[in-house]
C-alpha cells in the first residue's frame, strides 16, 4: 500500500483548508455587513490572496490592485471584510470596526465643558 510522502500531506492538508476557509466566506458572504464597519478599501491586494491568490488580481504600475471583474466580483469580495472577526488582513486592510454601541454616548469635549 502506498502513502503519500508528509510534505504532500501537508501540503494537501493546506489546500484543503484553505477551501474550507474560502467556501465558509461565501456562506457568510450572504449575511449582512457589520454595523460598526468604517474605512475603504486601500487597494492593498492582500485579501484578495486568501487563502490564494485570485486569477482576477491586478496591479498597476504604482503597485496598487485592482479586480479584473469588479463589477461581476462575487459577494464575499463585495462585503470582505464582513466582521472584524472575519477580517484576516487587518495590518494592511483600510477597513476598521467600531463598537456601535459606544457610538453617541461620548461628547466632544467643547460640549462637556459648557462649550
Not at 502506498?2 to 466566506?25: I, S, Y
Not at 467600531?98 to 461620548?106: E, K
Request: proline fraction near 10%.
Amino acid at each position: 500500500m502506498q502513502t503519500t510522502p508528509p510534505n504532500r500531506r501537508k501540503t494537501l492538508l493546506e489546500v484543503a483548508a484553505g477551501l474550507g476557509r474560502k467556501a465558509q466566506r461565501f456562506a457568510t458572504s450572504f449575511l449582512p455587513v457589520d454595523a460598526g464597519r468604517r474605512g475603504d478599501c486601500n487597494r492593498c491586494g492582500e485579501c484578495c490572496k486568501l487563502p490564494y491568490p485570485c486569477p482576477f488580481l491586478r496591479y498597476d504600475a504604482e503597485g496598487l490592485s485592482s479586480c479584473a471583474v469588479y463589477h461581476a466580483r462575487p459577494p464575499s469580495c463585495r462585503k470582505y471584510p464582513r466582521t472584524s472577526g472575519e477580517n484576516l488582513t487587518p495590518a494592511t486592510c483600510g477597513y476598521y470596526f467600531v463598537n456601535v454601541t459606544d457610538i453617541g454616548r461620548a461628547q466632544p469635549a467643547t460640549e462637556q465643558a459648557g462649550g
